[in-house]
């Protein structure tokens, strides 16, 4: 089976190549970690303390694990911690956030890539985040008796009839796995329906509400809101984050709309894809607005002359939107409002209390969105004239609004304890003996043959 799957990869991978050399050349995406990716030469592990191994795809799956993290050092501080991630931007924030823990790309599914790794790092437990089901690394790490756990588990609405369809294939995938923390009931089902053992999955919640910051006047706030020269600005700010191509212009379209009624508006713009940043000031200037850049203006942008138009601060630069969320009054969340993407993290803005408004395209996060629907504490904008529309009321109506985001913020605080949760079962997956023993110590129970052919 790992050479079969082995195969697989390296026709997908060839048939892949044009488009990725192409990025690499244009963008410099796919150069780095050639090593540790393909030949799963990660660094060399030196301690024999119980070691978890975090894996973490991207920027959202290595800032949740602040809070659980945090808590182990506290709860565990004789456990080693080491912590994989598969894109640059996530490896760059992992470095930032966890600058005293060893990161490292994660070698891609071959075979001997994650056998070498696993061997390099010689983890207690591998624990993937969220659902990332990698079935080389799952086997090998269950073959040399590392313990492999799934936390903050999730299987979308969209995405469950594809693993559903494959059900037949990931099965022995899933048996690997000693368990699965799920972020909701919804997930947890999902989890059984494709062949996880039931009495494996735990419904745990979702860490993302544990390390949501939710006081708009904590330090980082009050430096971002200096940084942006947003200090003494009179009126309120309205921050569009993590959007997508095309929902700038919608974005801007309704802040100039707003700002005809309401000048003192301030517009803050953070695209999903920072790179897209010297295109999208190059546009926003075509449109007729300054723009102060993130990345290349240093110095906090000057207050505007008198009659003249604020610019439009463009944030591009990556792990800043959390800060920046607690300066909104006013908040879109973008990859929204087209279909094919989404949505994106609409908790963020949630717990800093601001008044929360995204498209309809949310299959990302839909629990989250159900619970602040339910609430009234959120609204979705299906397009321009909604989106324009919502600015306006919400700023003619201020108490509503804030009420509305309050209203927010106290479903987020309502939603913590998934850290705790998580980390008692790691707790009881480390505290196991290794599964040659377990299945040494049952073959005991069912008698001296039994015992005679386990070992």
């Not at 693993?163 to 048996?175: A, D, M, N, Q």
């Not at 980082?220 to 569009?240: I, Y």
């Not at 290349?296 to 630069?317: C, F, K, N, Q, Y």
């Not at 609204?379 to 509305?404: C, I």
Request: aromatic content about 6%.
């Amino acid at each position: 089976m790992p050479y079969l799957l082995d195969a697989a990869y390296v026709v997908l991978l060839s048939i892949c190549s044009p488009v990725l050399l192409l990025r690499a050349w244009r963008a410099g995406k796919y150069r780095d970690g050639y090593a540790q990716k393909l030949w799963g030469r990660v660094p060399r592990r030196l301690g024999n303390a119980p070691c978890l191994w975090f894996h973490a795809v991207s920027v959202g799956e290595v800032l949740l694990l602040r809070p659980l993290i945090a808590d182990l050092h506290r709860r565990r501080p004789d456990w080693e911690v080491v912590i994989s991630t598969t894109t640059p931007t996530g490896l760059d924030v992992a470095r930032r956030t966890f600058p005293d823990l060893v990161t490292f790309y994660a070698p891609l599914d071959f075979s001997w890539a994650v056998r070498r790794a696993l061997g390099r790092v010689r983890p207690t437990a591998l624990v993937l985040v969220e659902t990332e089901l990698w079935p080389n690394l799952i086997r090998a790490a269950s073959d040399q008796g590392t313990r492999v756990a799934v936390i903050n588990g999730r299987i979308s609405r969209r995405s469950h009839p594809r693993y559903r369809r494959f059900r037949s294939l990931l099965g022995p995938t899933l048996r690997r796995l000693d368990l699965v923390g799920a972020q909701s009931e919804e997930s947890a089902s999902r989890f059984r329906d494709i062949g996880m053992p039931a009495d494996r999955v735990t419904v745990t919640g979702s860490i993302k509400y544990d390390g949501l910051e939710s006081l708009r006047d904590a330090p980082k706030v009050r430096a971002m809101r200096r940084s942006l020269g947003l200090d003494d600005a009179a009126g309120p700010v309205f921050v569009a984050g993590s959007t997508m191509e095309g929902e700038e212009a919608v974005v801007l379209r309704s802040y100039q709309a707003a700002r005809a009624e309401h000048p003192g508006l301030r517009l803050v713009i953070v695209p999903r894809h920072p790179e897209r940043g010297a295109d999208l000031a190059r546009w926003i200037e075509g449109q007729g607005h300054p723009v102060w850049r993130r990345s290349v203006d240093r110095e906090p942008p000057a207050g505007p002359a008198p009659g003249a138009s604020p610019p439009v601060l463009l944030i591009d630069t990556v792990g800043e939107l959390s800060s920046i969320w607690g300066m909104a009054d006013l908040a879109f969340v973008g990859g929204s409002l087209f279909p094919g993407r989404g949505g994106q993290n609409m908790m963020e803005p949630s717990a800093f209390g601001a008044s929360v408004l995204f498209g309809p395209h949310t299959s990302n996060f839909r629990e989250a969105v159900e619970g602040l629907l339910d609430r009234r504490a959120a609204r979705v904008v299906r397009d321009e004239a909604e989106l324009t529309e919502a600015l306006r009321s919400d700023l003619a109506d201020s108490p509503s609004a804030r009420a509305r985001g309050q209203s927010a913020r106290g479903f987020v605080l309502a939603q913590r304890g998934a850290t705790g949760r998580t980390l008692g079962l790691l707790d009881r997956l480390v505290g196991r003996p290794p599964r040659e023993m377990q299945r040494h110590a049952e073959a005991l129970r069912l008698g001296p043959e039994s015992a005679s052919s386990a070992a």
